[in-house]
């Protein structure tokens, strides 16, 4: 197992909304998260991540072994797609940016600002990024928001060919993306409301 | 860490106002001085010292609130706090890019302000070594604030009331050091101190704003 999540509980803005999470990736495997707006997708993406701790569980991941991809994608307005992704494979220590540059057929567009590029994009050079960070696990926020079919193409053969080398990949979504894959909806695991009204989450965001 | 100090630099020259835009406000501050209190040389000099620190602190301050805010605008700060960097290491690389597109402009060209001001002779020497002692801490101090602000929507204003207290005993040293090098007097103590509270700052403040910054990013 590359991923073990074990009984995970974790809160948004101090609000617990997720519990009992639990399910297991392995190395080839990747799983989808689905669940209506609000259930705790990119939450409990960002808690695997390492962003926020989880309230409750364990989660078991390689060190140093995570991705992350949210909603935003971190570029830099004023530099190249050249540079961006240059700047995170150096931060990765990983160096090599032309595959990336490939895989989501960024070559022409490699010397333009970030700022000049359109939204779809902007997404694809977002995405490029995970190859640079030469990570095993994948953490994929809504991935495919602004993306067109063909670029929709480009990331389904970027996260096969991903999975077939031994990465793995966990991925919130609303669309089919045709990657082989368990899906786990979240809304069986949503929170049940506190007895004491919710002031305890009240407590929570001061603690 | 390297690569983002660089990165750092690079987005302060390329979005403008990198180094221009500090060294420009420290230029209107000593330009006003005069018109606000007459051109009279002798209160200019007396005044010097102090005018030149405190242009020196509010410049910095000036850029402050960008150190971490655009990072977590365009989502940099969450995929930076998932990158193989410590968060310490983070603070310390902004900290550092900070400082070399303001501290170290200005105290580079501070002794042209000091003329403007009529600074003694001798100040000119310590006014340029007392800002190369004391931005780093001014530059490390700001970026805790900017770490402890960083969540807030409009935090430029409650970050500079957090900071420019933090700011007292730099300013205190390093305009009194400038002050006593200008009268010729013994400046040892003041140095040591004003180097005291950079030291202090840039060991213990890495850490403080990265805490600062994982509750931030919740």
Known sequence: ?207 | MRSLIVRDILLAVRAGGGFGLALAFFLIVVVLVPFGVGPDTSVLGILAPGVLWVGALLACLLSLDRIFAIDREDGSLDLLATAPIPLEGLVAAKAVAHWVTTGLPLALSAPIFGLLLNLAPGGYLWLTVTLLVGTPALSMIGAFGAALTVGLKRGGLLLSLLVLPLYIPTLIFGADVVRRGAEGLDVGPGLALLAGVTAGSVAILPFAAAAALRVNLR
């Not at chain 1, 997708?41 to 995570?66: C, V, Y």
């Not at chain 1, 994929?140 to 480009?154: G, H, K, Q, Y």
């Open chain 1, 1 to 207: 197992m590359i991923l073990n999540v074990q009984d995970v509980a974790c809160a948004r803005g101090g609000v617990r909304i997720l519990e009992a999470v639990s399910f297991s990736v392995a190395a080839g495997e990747a799983i989808v998260l689905r669940g209506p707006n609000g259930i705790g997708k990119s939450t409990l993406l960002r808690t695997l991540a390492g962003l926020q701790p989880p309230e409750e569980g364990r989660i078991e991941a390689p060190e140093d072994g995570l991705a992350y991809a949210g909603h935003l994608d971190g570029l830099k307005a004023v530099l190249s797609v050249r540079e961006n992704l240059r700047f995170w494979a150096d931060v990765f220590g990983t160096g090599d940016i032309a595959e990336a540059l490939e895989a989501f057929d960024l070559e022409e567009l490699a010397d333009r600002p970030a700022q000049n590029l359109s939204a779809g994009q902007k997404r694809r050079l977002g995405l490029a990024r995970l190859v640079v960070t030469g990570r095993p696990v994948w953490l994929l926020d809504e991935p495919t928001v602004s993306l067109d079919a063909a670029s929709t193409d480009l990331f389904r053969t970027l996260v096969v060919r991903h999975l077939s080398e031994g990465g793995a990949a966990v991925i919130a979504t609303h669309i089919e993306l045709g990657v082989t894959g368990e899906t786990l909806d979240l809304a069986p695991f949503r929170a049940r409301p506190s007895e004491d009204g919710g002031s305890g989450a009240f407590d929570e965001a001061f603690a």
